[in-house]
């Protein structure tokens, strides 16, 4: 298959990205609770800001993120929007394929990380960002600092090739829990800052028949 190449500088100029028409909405209705660590929400919505910076690339974008991981497969649906409103980019991952729409032309692929990256360009560890802008890591992640409260500070995340180097710049109180407001992503010259304005946790409520 043959992917579209363009940075993400051109990303922000094109704003025929968007959502594949065959998304559909979680089988189960969801609403907003509160928790006392992260972990313990399966399904979340975040908004923020996103800003991409590599030796070629720079840009900033507003991001919004729903995952769902109450079924089998995760549920994703991300969007980055330009500052005045104009969608950037929006992928949907569900039932084990990622999705990516543009120009008429559909993109998909099984790895969500693997899609983005060949059809924009970007360097991003999409896969595990889940639990991170959660304030946890994979098993595979190597803690290097905490703070004194026992939240996690700074660690490392192993890579063929390079390492992803993570920071926790600041926390905050959302939904109840302590969740990180602003972290940091570096690895090469690829740096990502993510802050979070609203972390939401979900959990379905019963429908009555």
């Known amino acids: 298959m043959q992917y579209l190449t363009f940075t993400p500088q051109r990303i922000l100029l094109l704003c025929c990205l968007f959502l594949s028409a065959c998304s559909v909405k979680p089988p189960h209705t969801l609403s907003n609770i509160d928790v006392t660590q992260a972990n313990e929400a399966k399904a979340w919505e975040i908004q923020g ?18 995952h ?4 089998s497969q995760p549920h994703d649906e991300l969007s980055l929007t330009t ?16 999705t990516i729409t543009v120009q008429g032309k559909t993109y998909t692929d099984t790895d969500p990380q693997r899609l983005i990256g ?4 970007m360097q991003i560890p999409l896969n595990k960002l889940p639990l991170w ?6 098993n595979d992640d190597i803690v290097d600092s905490y ?4 939240s996690i500070s700074a660690f490392t995340s ?14 905050q109180q959302q939904s109840g829990a302590m969740v990180p407001k602003l972290l940091q992503i570096t690895r090469a010259d690829v740096r990502i800052k993510i802050q979070i304005n609203q972390w ?8 009555p028949l």
């Open 118 to 121: 060949q059809v924009s360009g």
């Open 200 to 207: 939401q946790a979900l959990a379905p409520i019963d429908i």
């Open 49 to 66: 800001k996103l800003a991409f910076r590599s030796s070629t690339d720079k840009f900033s974008t507003n991001l919004f993120w729903f």
């Open 158 to 171: 192993p890579e063929l090739g390079e390492s992803w180097q993570i920071e926790y710049i600041s926390y």
């Open 147 to 150: 703070n004194d409260d026992g």
């Open 83 to 98: 500052m005045i409103g104009t969608t950037a980019l929006s992928l949907t991952s569900k039932q084990g394929l990622a």
């Open 68 to 71: 769902d991981n109450l079924l």
């Open 133 to 138: 802008i959660t304030g946890q890591v994979t």
